[in-house]
């Protein structure tokens, strides 16, 4: 999802992805997509504290998602151009 969302490249475990080049939208992005896929919810603020993809796996193994709200649902599909249900 990642390497698709920055155009593909290759993107390391380790990367920090802004390093690679993601933007803040980027991220609110692949925030929307992984709630879309996985029906959880991962804090903004706390992938952009940690911004790469082990920190994202640790994240959600420990248990550091949630199901989406809907007012989460309403702001972060908004400002990433989707729709809520």
Known sequence: MLADLLGGGPVGIHDDIFAC???????????????????????????IAAPTVAALADLLRA????????????????AAGGRCS
Do not use: K, N
Not at 22 to 47: H, K, N, P, W
Not at 63 to 78: L, N
């Open 21 to 47: 080049g993601a933007t803040s939208i980027t991220v609110m992005r692949l925030v929307v997509l992984i709630e879309q896929r996985y029906d959880v919810a991962i804090g903004l603020s706390r992938f």
């Open 63 to 78: 248990g550091h998602a949630a199901a989406p709200s809907t007012r989460w649902c309403r702001s972060a599909r908004a």
